[in-house]
């Protein structure tokens, strides 16, 4: 959780959405610590109206 807490993943040529999708890449691993990580990454940086109901139905649709 430290390591997410000291990212700085915005850059001029970056946009939060760009960000966005990449996680849900990480979303799809079978690795559990690549999951954990985008998930932190979620925590972190994207609960906001814009992206809260996306990451809620993407938690469902992931559940065993």
Known sequence: DAT????????????????????KNYLNSDNPWINRFGYVMLLEYFIEEKYIEEIFQFAISTLP
């Open 4 to 23: 997410v807490a000291n990212l700085k993943v915005y850059k001029k040529n970056i946009t939060k959405d760009k960000v966005f999708n990449e996680i």
